[in-house]
């Protein structure tokens, strides 16, 4: 028995009888049993599919079969080794990038819901504020300088200096009010200009200086010529 090999299945008209004039019954091809069968002639190189149960081979004719599926074929080279564990690396390294993702994700939502809590929280009025008073400083004293000889009908600029309790001085020659508790002859302006008598006459004369409650004072001399 020759085998022969072909592609495909076969649809083939099985010859009922001799070459030439004889009757035909279409038959499909191959059988249940996944055989084709056929004569093959060997004088012409001729090849015709039989169904064994209609038709069969000629004297000149040599049997032959075969099945429609032919035998497994070597099989191919192997492809290329894949490094399962470097695989599972790269999905362990992507899977890391992703819940780092996620973490940065998570941060900035509750670093907005953070700053939406704080815009809708309402915001204190000046009433809600409590003020801070600072505390005053007290004015402890008051000093009258120059406190020298002024010369009769001459005239000298008093000065008046603040001492408050925080150790700090003050100018207040212009704040203080003015007082000249006994004239005889001298003068003493609003500004604390103080004027000796004009004579021959001369004395000592108390000046005072007057800031909220705080009074100084001093002794002016006159002396006589």
Known sequence: MK?????GALAVIVA????????YAASVIPGADGVIHG???????????????????????????????????NPGPPGPAQDLASLRTAVAGQQTRIAGLQTGVQDAQARVASLETRVAAPQPTATQIPATATPAISLQSIAITPAVPTLLGSSTQLNATGQYGDGTTKDLTAAVTWRLADGSGATLSPSGLFTCPDGRVGGFFTVT?????????????????
Do not use: H, K, M
């Open 3 to 7: 085998n022969f090999a072909l592609q």
């Open 16 to 23: 009922g009888g001799l070459y030439g004039g004889a009757t």
């Open 39 to 73: 004569c093959y002639r060997a004088s012409d190189g001729r090849l015709r599919v039989i169904d064994p149960a209609r038709a069969t081979c000629r004297r000149d004719e040599a049997p032959i079969q075969w099945n429609e599926r032919g035998p497994q074929g």
């Open 209 to 225: 200086a007057t800031l909220g409650g705080v009074t100084g004072s001093a002794r002016e001399d006159c002396p006589a010529g």
